[in-house]
């Protein structure tokens, strides 16, 4: 089977109210929340993008996304698993597997789709060559960002090429840039989705032999444009969360950034302006620099490194 997106990501808190609060400065509207759980979604056509469940801090699991019900059906019993019953917002169905790792992976299927939140216009940029915004200003309102959609997540891994093998062989994942150390070692990959000739993100999962030891590294949220990412900065800097690394631009997959640490230090990011490939781009090898690597902004922190 293909994968056709991410889905979702799942954590546990001891405070939902506190994440609650998080989420809502970082860019996310709750959905829903009791006294166990909490779900938020984005501005795009996701039911949820991030689920909490009260417990000691930690990260719970992935959601990937099937392109239907028949590919849902197809991993089930190619892996021995139960097809089950999606609990959160949209509904849909699930099968739940666990990566090399142990890391909870769900795929899933039939999720209904609400409506889709209107962004705020876009501004007009004026640039040396091309001046287009004439004759009147440009105002941006402040306040969070306008986050869209679950872009990526990371993932850092005991054995580069064991997990791989693991995605590759149920998702259908390409590689985008493998992480090459030397001609006989790397450590990690970005993986896209293989959507044919429908561009999809550079990289919906990387995954890292990380000397930290397996276990998350952190999640990625696209974000309406540049304007409402530096918006979301001012915002998320006032309510006096951390930051960790940003605002820069990637060499790898090319977006602008700007990473931040929930109230139990996982880390989530805000970006925009991604590369868009399609299966026809191939594969290329990186080095650890490039990973690293920015075209401008801070360089990465040890925490990112």
């Given at each position: 089977?293909?994968?056709?997106?991410?889905?979702?990501?799942?954590?546990?808190?001891?405070?939902?109210?506190?994440?609650?609060?998080?989420?809502?400065?970082?860019?996310?509207?709750?959905?829903?929340?009791?006294?166990?759980?909490?779900?938020?979604?984005?501005?795009?056509?996701?039911?949820?993008?991030?689920?909490?469940?009260?417990?000691?801090?930690?990260?719970?699991?992935?959601?990937?996304?099937?392109?239907?019900?028949?590919?849902?059906?197809?991993?089930?019993?190619?892996?021995?698993?139960?097809?089950?019953?999606?609990?959160?917002?949209?509904?849909?169905?699930?099968?739940?597997?666990?990566?090399?790792?142990?890391?909870?992976?769900?795929?899933?299927a039939g999720?209904?789709?609400?409506?889709?939140?209107?962004l705020p216009?876009?501004?007009?940029?004026?640039?040396?060559?091309?001046?287009?915004?004439?004759?009147?200003?440009?105002?941006?309102?402040p306040g969070?960002?306008?986050?869209?959609?679950?872009?990526?997540?990371?993932?850092?891994?005991?054995?580069?090429?064991?997990?791989?093998?693991?995605?590759?062989?149920?998702?259908?994942?390409?590689?985008?840039?493998?992480?090459?150390?030397?001609?006989?070692?790397?450590?990690?990959?970005?993986?896209?989705?293989?959507?044919?000739?429908?561009?999809?993100?550079?990289?919906?999962?990387?995954?890292?032999?990380?000397?930290?030891?397996?276990?998350?590294?952190?999640?990625?949220?696209?974000?309406?444009?540049?304007?409402?990412?530096?918006?979301?900065?001012?915002?998320?800097?006032?309510?006096?969360?951390?930051?960790?690394?940003?605002?820069?631009?990637?060499?790898?997959?090319?977006?602008?950034?700007?990473?931040?640490?929930?109230?139990?230090?996982?880390?989530?990011?805000?970006?925009?302006?991604?590369?868009?490939?399609?299966?026809?781009?191939?594969?290329?090898?990186?080095?650890?620099?490039?990973?690293?690597?920015?075209?401008?902004?801070?360089?990465?922190?040890?925490?990112?490194?």
């Open positions: 089977m293909k994968i056709e997106d991410v889905a979702f990501v799942r954590f546990r808190a001891p405070d939902l109210d506190r994440m609650r609060g998080f989420l809502q400065d970082f860019g996310l509207r709750i959905v829903d929340q009791d006294d166990r759980r909490l779900f938020a979604r984005g501005a795009g056509a996701s039911p949820v993008l991030h689920m909490t469940e009260l417990g000691e801090p930690g990260f719970a699991g992935l959601g990937l996304r099937a392109a239907s019900l028949d590919d849902l059906e197809a991993l089930a019993e190619a892996e021995g698993a139960a097809v089950g019953s999606l609990d959160a917002p949209g509904g849909g169905k699930v099968v739940t597997l666990r990566d090399p790792d142990g890391h909870r992976i769900d795929v899933v999720q209904q789709a609400p409506d889709e939140t209107p216009a876009p501004g007009v940029w004026n640039s040396a060559r091309d001046p287009r915004r004439l004759r009147r200003v440009e105002r941006t309102a969070p960002s306008h986050v869209v959609r679950l872009g990526h997540c990371v993932l850092n891994v005991s054995d580069f090429r064991v997990s791989e093998r693991w995605y590759k062989e149920r998702f259908g994942f390409i590689t985008s840039d493998e992480i090459v150390l030397s001609p006989s070692l790397s450590v990690g990959a970005f993986l896209r989705c293989d959507r044919g000739d429908t561009p999809t993100d550079h990289h919906t999962l990387f995954i890292v032999q990380s000397p930290k030891g397996a276990g998350f590294n952190h999640a990625a949220f696209e974000v309406a444009d540049l304007d409402d990412l530096t918006a979301g900065h001012d915002r998320l800097k006032a309510a006096g969360f951390t930051p960790e690394w940003g605002v820069g631009r990637h060499v790898l997959g090319s977006q602008v950034f700007d990473y931040w640490r929930d109230p139990w230090g996982h880390t989530l990011e805000h970006w925009t302006d991604g590369d868009l490939l399609t299966a026809a781009d191939g594969s290329s090898n990186a080095s650890l620099q490039d990973l690293v690597g920015v075209h401008w902004g801070p360089p990465a922190p040890p925490t990112m490194a």
